[in-house]
């Protein structure tokens, strides 16, 4: 085995350094120099994986997951950890070992890695020092991945299994006043569906607050003025994100052409949704790094059968209406300047406010896509990646 992967490591290796020169790494980023190590390991982990899927060793998705799982950390000795099932859904439950003066702030973490990677495990340092620095019970959930697994699954799993922890609160010694659901990423994007959903119930705890770290919070404009500013920083490419919004519904990315261009949202349904996706409503601060006005595309009715489910509010929250907006918790939104995803963030930041939600809004303006994971990784430090983290905890401990 050895043997057979020193040279599929050499050819992966080439395949990085032939790639490297097309990806973009502003010098405005949090250490350039070492997101460029970060980026080499993630570009020969990819290359890699499509050479073992061509052999049929293993799918290049498969080899993703395994690499990404990093380290098994030892025991924390200011934490009771143990992995359990929320109404069969997989979690990972921290509680600090201190004694408290009364009930403890609850957290539901949804992981991200755009619904096909991520696990209990990446996240492991990420929910220890949630836990520990704002001293809460954090539940960290494990929802079905795509593309074995599409949309709803992971929507679904992370529903279940705050509903199953708001409902057993008293075991956990949480004060049904203080949970709040958090994610980043893929796992912002559930995390503010599961909070649309509970929104209007009176059955259960009502949350105190939603975490969204840089979400992905909307399907219909890939062209966005981020999307176009950012299209090739590290660690998420406009093509990528859209590869994966295109997994997670369907299982796999057929049409992602059409859907970068634009094309599969009917002319009537754009204009219906212009009110909240739209670079109109980006602040202009946001848009001195340029933005190019696109041709209008022609729509292509075929995609729009395949990828219609992009317009529920379920997968695509920023869609929700205003009467459901308006009842949402007090917010927190975090957006890096160098992300893809950060104009979803402040469409969805100017939606809550417009509707008189509370909002505490945190921009890195160093920042780039995924930098909060990597606050600590693998013996590389990102500064901003940490203060990010805290401005999390910050938030947290105010509530």
């Not at 097309?22 to 460029?36: E, M, T």
């Not at 970060?38 to 890699?48: F, K, M, P, Q, S």
């Not at 569906?193 to 919070?217: F, N, W």
């Not at 975090?334 to 469409?347: P, S």
């Amino acid at each position: 085995l050895l043997l057979l992967l020193l040279p599929l490591a050499a050819l992966a290796a080439a395949a990085v350094l032939l790639g490297l020169p097309g990806y973009d790494i502003p010098p405005g980023v949090n250490q350039p120099a070492k997101l460029r190590l970060v980026l080499t390991v993630l570009l020969g982990t990819a290359a890699l994986g499509r050479i073992l899927e061509k052999t049929g060793l293993c799918s290049q998705i498969t080899f993703g997951r395994y690499v990404r799982q990093g380290r098994k950390l030892g025991l924390d000795p200011k934490l009771f950890i143990q992995d359990l099932q929320f109404n069969k859904v997989p979690v990972r439950v921290y509680q600090p070992k201190a004694t408290s003066d009364g009930p403890r702030r609850g957290i539901l973490f949804f992981h991200g890695g755009g619904w096909v990677f991520g696990s209990l495990d990446t996240y492991e340092k990420v929910c220890r020092y949630l836990s520990r620095e704002s001293d809460s019970v954090v539940v960290s959930v494990q929802y079905r991945l795509a593309p074995e697994h599409k949309y709803p699954a992971a929507y679904e799993d992370c529903l279940s299994a705050t509903q199953h922890f708001l409902q057993h609160l008293q075991h956990y010694a949480v004060d049904p006043a203080r949970v709040t659901v958090c994610g980043d990423s893929a796992g912002g994007n559930l995390a503010a569906a599961v909070s649309q959903t509970l929104a209007g119930r009176s059955d259960l705890p009502r949350l105190r607050a939603q975490i969204l770290i840089y979400p992905g919070l909307q399907a219909l404009d890939f062209n966005l003025p981020s999307y176009q500013q950012n299209r090739g920083v590290p660690l998420l490419f406009r093509e990528r994100a859209a590869f994966f919004a295109l997994l997670y519904l369907n299982g796999d990315a057929l049409h992602m052409q059409e859907v970068l261009e634009g094309s599969h949202i009917p002319p009537d349904m754009r204009l219906k949704y212009r009110k909240w996706v739209s670079p109109d409503n980006i602040p202009e601060e946001f848009k001195v790094r340029g933005v190019k006005p696109l041709r209008p595309t022609d729509f292509v009715a075929e995609v729009y059968e395949t990828v219609k489910r992009f317009c529920e509010p379920n997968l695509c929250p920023l869609l929700a209406e205003d009467s459901v907006v308006h009842q949402l918790p007090e917010s927190f939104i975090l957006t890096c300047e160098y992300d893809v995803l950060r104009d979803d963030g402040l469409l969805y930041k100017k939606r809550l406010e417009d509707n008189g939600v509370p909002v505490t809004w945190y921009h890195l303006e160093d920042g780039f896509h995924g930098i909060i994971s990597l606050y600590d990784y693998c013996g590389v430090s990102f500064p901003s990646g940490k203060r990010g983290l805290d401005s999390v905890v910050n938030f947290l401990k105010s509530l």
